[in-house]
């Protein structure tokens, strides 16, 4: 891994000193989404309310650029040249390289079918049961380490064989001993939790694109 990538987390906890608590579960967590992406995995999310929001957010700042360019390499303009050769300028200037990542909080249809067809707190779990792969890893939030939905989606990633990562607040939860990583910011106030939990994942999101996109 690149020096400059784990520089990420330092560079975290000289803005938000608070977090220094957290730097070994953080530069963990840096390895832990490098290792998947470089081993073709991709990364899933979840969470509720607030936090299905940061969710989508993590998926939003890997699937495109976000701090760095990230321009289509010459194979890919060739392939493109090749498939569709009139629009392959257009495609290559307009599209960003992406980190693969998915939100189970965006499947509406599937998830409001399962609960109301089987059961609404093993929705995400139905998801990680038919996308996740050992290469893959969770990131779970939950701002009190118990939500059930969370930790349903987080025992069966664990059952096959993706490293999960919980982004949990202050207090003694489930999470904290059901992840393989548990970041657990030093608040205990939801809304404390939730401002702490953003530059976290903008740090991971960081990070994760200084190793595959700095050039």
Do not use: W
Request: charge should be negative.
């Amino acid at each position: 891994m690149k020096e400059s990538t784990l520089e990420k987390v330092n560079a975290l906890i000289n803005r938000y000193p608070v977090l220094s608590v957290c730097q070994a579960s953080l530069n963990e967590a840096v390895k832990a989404i490098c290792d998947a992406y470089r081993s073709g995995g991709k990364l899933l999310t979840c969470g509720n309310g607030g936090s299905a929001s940061d969710a989508e957010h993590i998926v939003g700042e890997l699937m495109k650029g976000f701090i760095l360019k990230r321009p289509i390499d010459d194979e890919l303009y060739r392939q493109m040249k090749s498939v569709c050769p009139d629009e392959a300028d257009y495609l290559r200037d307009n599209l960003q390289g992406a980190l693969p990542a998915v939100s189970l909080m965006n499947a509406v249809a599937l998830n409001s079918a399962f609960a109301n067809d089987q059961a609404p707190d093993l929705a995400m779990a139905q998801q990680v049961l038919g996308l996740g792969k050992k290469e893959d890893v969770l990131i779970g939030i939950s701002t009190s380490g118990n939500s059930a939905n969370v930790i349903y989606a987080v025992q069966m990633a664990r059952v096959k064989g993706l490293k999960t990562i919980g982004l949990l607040g202050g207090r003694e939860c489930r999470l904290k001993a059901l992840c393989d990583i548990s970041i657990c910011v030093p608040e205990i106030e939801t809304y404390k939790i939730q401002e702490l939990h953003l530059p976290v994942y903008h740090m991971l999101c960081m990070a994760a694109e200084n190793e595959f996109f700095d050039k």
